[in-house]
């Protein structure tokens, strides 16, 4: 394993191996590693001759201050984690000077829409910091492929738009959401959750399996306003919205068209902790 903080050193690194026109893939993560990250360094590591991890916690998408200093930093136990993968891959760990220099500020991007919806309703300013980050790591390192989880199914199309609008060459892999036996999305948040609430947080995915169901035979409106009612009733979790969208527009829907492909995304605070997830409809 070879750990890496400039990007001169990671060109230097990577000018060589490029030139002998083999395959690299690159997993971008915020460190505070889990299975679910180990899963995409699984698959890019099948895929692809190296493997590029980037561990960054990047300021400029975080809307709330307190979450960005809670945060969990974690890095010796990241690579720890990594090595458990293969010992072959490259971690990026930049630092914030390394990767804004003097400016820490997202470039401003049109993603068309898909930005407003949901986590941008909520999150303001957050996907032009993931756009500004995300293009810096695809432009820097010049992968072949990126993976990224479906748990940020909403970023993940960004990202897909992102590639468009700069023209980068690189193909986008969406890798399934990793859960834990309860059902509970894995998510480095997860480890500020205490024991109890760990486990009345397993209400989250149970609700959208029933969603799920219900959606086979009920319209989207009246699956919204079950959902928001089961919450209403759970007086440990608190339901910030809840949403059925066409996975193309990400715009809500109210009925079903034959043609179209759906999901149902939901975020929930367990005490102060936000949580997301989604499913397939």
């Not at 136990?77 to 293969?86: A, E, F, G, P």
């Not at 829409?113 to 980050?133: A, K, P, Q, S």
């Not at 992968?143 to 748990?151: H, L, R, V």
């Not at 700069?166 to 990793?178: F, Q, R, S």
């Amino acid at each position: 394993m070879l750990v890496i903080e400039t990007k001169k050193e990671l060109k230097d690194n990577l000018s060589a191996f490029i030139s002998d026109s083999k395959s690299l893939g690159l997993v971008p993560t915020m460190g505070a590693l889990h299975s679910g990250h180990l899963s995409l360094i699984e698959k890019a590591s099948k895929e692809n001759d190296q493997v590029v991890v980037s561990i960054f916690v990047n300021p400029t998408q975080f809307n709330n201050p307190n979450d960005l200093e809670k945060y969990p930093k974690t890095l010796e136990n990241d690579l720890n984690l990594i090595k458990t993968v293969s010992n072959n891959i490259i971690v990026y760990t930049p630092s914030v000077e390394e990767i804004y220099q003097n400016n820490v500020s997202a470039e401003i991007y049109d993603f068309q829409g898909l930005d407003t919806v949901m986590e941008g309703e909520f999150r303001d300013n957050h996907f032009n910091g993931v756009g500004t980050i995300v293009e810096e790591l695809l432009t820097s390192i010049a992968p072949n492929k990126a993976y990224f989880g479906e748990k940020d199914f909403q970023q993940l199309q960004i990202i897909k738009k992102l590639i468009q609008i700069k023209a980068i060459p690189v193909e986008i892999i969406g890798c399934p959401i990793v859960r834990e036996e309860s059902g509970l999305a894995m998510s480095s948040r997860n480890e500020r959750l205490s024991t109890p609430m760990r486990k009345e947080a397993a209400f989250i995915y149970k609700t959208l399996k029933d969603a799920k169901e219900m959606f086979g035979t009920k319209n989207a409106i009246q699956v919204v306003e079950w959902v928001e009612n089961q919450f209403e009733n759970n007086k440990f979790l608190s339901l910030e919205y809840f949403q059925i969208a066409d996975i193309d527009t990400l715009k809500s829907v109210t009925e079903k068209l034959n043609n179209k492909k759906y999901r149902a995304f939901i975020a929930v605070f367990v005490d102060d902790i936000r949580l997301i997830d989604n499913i397939a409809l």
